[in-house]
């Protein structure tokens, strides 16, 4: 455990979580390039002639965000609506992130609130939260605006949402996230950030798009939280 890791846990009284990363791997089961090849069929069944890029997009998220950009609001819906129901049932067989279920639990034994903010829809989120028996730890959760993917993170609107939900103030709150968009958009919201590099290649990203702290594994914040609750 990081000294910093410590002290910025130490210095906030509520917890932030990413969904896909920190708490489980929301496309273990359904993978994302398949999602994203669903996407780009219902962009061609709405008469879209779909870039080489795009159809080659592995992330759904990325697919969902440049139907955006192309600004058609009505094919925006129909794939955010698609998005929705896959997302759905990706959720059915997500896998959970070791420690992240600790995580949780922990920070409400400690009395911190916490609060699920995702990029994902809520629907998938609240679903997942239900099936492992989490829903009543979370006290919010911020899923992604309708058909309006320049609302997602790094946009720090809904982290200020989860922030408002819990009642605190900004700069009394921490968000662990794995991507950069997660860093920048706490950093513009005023929110402490923990990077969870998943994967050993991310740290130097998450480093340098200004994490407070960096951790390797969701056991490093379970560690801190479990010993503040004298468990």
Same mark, same amino acid.
């Given at each position: ?6 002290? %910025? ?93 600790? %995580? ?128």
């Amino acid at each position: 455990m990081s000294a910093d890791l410590g002290r %910025v846990l130490s210095e906030v009284g509520a917890v932030l979580l990413d969904f896909d990363g920190p708490i489980c791997s929301i496309f273990a089961g359904y993978p994302a390039p398949r999602v994203a090849a669903g996407l780009v069929d219902v962009l061609r069944l709405q008469g879209v002639e779909v870039p080489p890029d795009v159809a080659s997009e592995p992330d759904p998220l990325e697919v969902l965000r440049r139907t955006g950009a192309a600004g058609d609001q009505g094919v925006t819906q129909a794939v955010e609506d698609a998005l929705c129901l896959a997302e759905r049932r990706a959720a059915e067989t997500a896998e959970p992130t070791p420690y992240g279920r600790e %995580v949780i639990v922990a920070a409400r034994q400690t009395g911190m609130p916490v609060a699920v903010v995702s990029n994902n829809s809520a629907i998938a989120v609240t679903s997942y939260l239900v099936r492992q028996r989490l829903a009543g730890h979370v006290s919010s959760v911020v899923g992604r605006a309708y058909a309006e993917p320049t609302r997602m993170k790094p946009n720090p609107e809904p982290i200020l949402q989860a922030v408002s939900a819990l009642g605190e103030l900004p700069g009394r709150c921490v968000l662990v996230g794995d991507s950069v968009s997660d860093i920048v958009g706490a950093a513009a919201a005023g929110v402490r950030v923990i990077g969870y590099a998943n994967r050993p290649p991310k740290a130097q990203s998450l480093w340098a798009a200004g994490a407070d702290t960096v951790i390797t594994s969701m056991g490093e914040i379970a560690a801190v939280l479990t010993e503040r609750s004298g468990n």
